[in-house]
Each structure stands twice: as structure tokens, then as C-alpha cells.
């Protein structure tokens, strides 16, 4: 495919690109199914739908993109190939971090020689590695200047998380997560924020370190929460569950877009980079995980915990500058205050399983949220405080 994400257009504001994963389902028993070639290569969109490691799973990626309502065509246009194609082989694409009802041992790992020397490598993680995220890439101008901007994001990353949590349900219960998939992938030796690292020289030592010490099979298998792109002029952030809606993802692509801008601009000002202890912000992170919306989460500051809105909003306070200028703010705010009134995807989800009553009943209910549409005679419910996001609503974009 060509680059995602990319550098800043002329007016200045940064290009994004959105990667999604989705897990196939039985819709019956709620069992993976791994169908994932047959769909992609029935997809017919050969760079825009593409494997992953697992054949249960399917990737899809946005092109570069210069607004949010392009990425939010090609992600609802993406989403809805998707679940045609898989309606069509009997089984239902699913838009949540973790297979909800287990996955199976051995794993089913796609059939690619990547794939395979990971599976041999690292058997423990590869076998946990059938979960979702969303990545999204931010054009940057220069490495240097990426890397300046990631020592500024640092701090961000757990509220990114607690705010996007979406896989509460595995094994077939509630997991006591708001995103099990976390703590699955964090089997894997380098997912965790990237180091401070203060040059491009000490990035590269850095990741370049992590594959001879063999605690990474290559530069791309080097997870950092959010890491220069090993592939693309882009700062990487993969932070991310895999988001319920489709308009959920549109706006966090405008966060993130907006946290880069924010830290790429104080680096060109020499603003001072806060401190944050990479302890201190792992444990953090694992608490944004464990609480989503609706906990505590230690700060990553100073360890105390705070209310997971209390980050939230400081960061959407911080960056409301950037999101205007970018003409993202009234469709960002008004995704975080609606997340604030119905609850976030991990919220929704608890709700979803513990009223589905049987299998087949959410995973309905997950495929409905996923495009927006009724799936079989599944309707979306009705919540207080208004409509679940996804149902029937638009975007008019930046």
C-alpha cells in the first residue's frame, strides 16, 4: 500500500491513517473462525484489506488521508466490505480488542514466514495474539522532530487507553478489564511505552537493541505504545482496543492527530519535556487498562489515583488548540461527551453481554455496533441518555 499518515499538507495540518482489526466469529457459538483468506482475497481491495496474524483476523487501513471525513468513508466503506464478505462465508466480523469467547490452542497463525518465525520465537505471546487494535500514523515533517515528539506523549498514552478500552468480555465472562487485550499483548517483551530516548540515534540504538537481545524478532516487532513508524514517514500510535463504531475511531484518529501536532509544535518551540518515570507510566497504563471509564487510574505523574476523566479531560484541555485549528474540535468533543453520557466501548460491552443472554444473541449485538446496521433481527438498544453512537449517525467532517 502507499504510506499512511505521510507529512503535513500545505496548510499544515498533519496527514493520518487508521489501521482497524477485526475478529471473525461464528455468529452461533461465538467461536473464531479462521476464514481470513478466503475473505480478504474476496474483499478485492488488495492493500486496503489485508492479513494479519491469525487467520481469524482481518486488517483494514485507511489511505492518507487529510480529514476526518475521509477517514470516515473509508473506514464505514471498509467495515461494511468486510461484513458483507463475511456474512457471505458464514461467519461475522467483529469490532472489539479480544475474541470474546476464547481463542484456540494451538493457535491458528497465518500461514506466512513472518508469522511462523514469530510463532516459533515467541510461543507464549503468539498464542494470546489474536487481539484488535487501532493504530493510527501522524505524518511528522522529520525523524528528529518525532522523536522530540515522543518523548511528549509519553504522559498521554494511559488516558488514550482508558478512553478506547473496548474488550471486557473473554473466555465467555466478564475479565474484571476493560481491556483484556492489553494484558494479553503485553506478553510480548517490548509492548510498553518507548523509552525517553532524547535523538534518532539513540531511538534506532534503542530498537536495534531490543532485536539483538532477541526481545524482538525485528524492527517492526518492536510494540511500543507509540513508536516512530518502521515503515512510513509517520508517528505510530498503538495504544488503541479496536473501537465499537466507526465514528468512535474517526475521533480518536483526530485526538491523536491533534496530541502529535501539540508535541511536535512544543518541541519546535523548545518547551521543556515533563518528566514521567517509565515505571511509574507502565504501571499507569495497566490501570487505564484494568478501569476505562469508569475507575481509577494512577497518575502518570505522580502515581496517585486520579479519576480516569480527570486525565481524559486534562488531556482534551491540552489539546482543544490543535483540534480546532485542525477543524476537528466539534466532532471530537461531541464523541468524548457522548462516550462520557453512554459509557465507553468496555461499558457498552459488559451491557451488551450480560442483556444477550447466549452467544449468538452478542455477537449480534457486536456486529450491529461494528457497521452501524441491524445485523439479523438484532436492533441496537435504546440508552438514557440517547442513542448508542454508530446507530444511523454521520459525520459531516472536518
Known sequence: MGKLGGSADAIGVPTVGVEEEFTLLDPYSGAVVPAAVEIIRECGYPTRVVAESMRFMVETRTPVCSNLAEVHDALSTMRRRVAEVASRHGTVAVATGVAPFGLPDP???????????LAQRFPTAMRANGTCGCHVHVGVPARQVAVEALLRLRPWLPPLIALTANSPIWEGEVSGWASQRFILASRWPTLMPAP????????????????????ALDTRSVYFLARLSPRYPTIEVRAADMSLTAEETVAYAGLVRALVSMAVDDAAAGRPVVPVRQELLRRSCRSAARAGLRGLVADPQTGRPVRSWELIDDMVTRVQPHLRAHGDEALVLSAINRLRAVGGGADRQRFLFLRAGSPAAFVA???TMTTGEPYGEYSLPRHPSGLWPGQAQRFSGS
Do not use: I
Not at 109 to 116: F, G, L, M, Q, S
Open 107 to 117: 493457535p491458528l497463525v497465518t500461514d506466512e514466514p513472518r508469522y511462523n518465525e
Open 196 to 215: 525517553p530516548a532524547g535523538s534518532v540515534e539513540e531511538y534506532d540504538q534503542m530498537v536495534d537493541q531490543a532485536v539483538a537481545s532477541g526481545q
Open 365 to 367: 449485538a457486536l456486529a
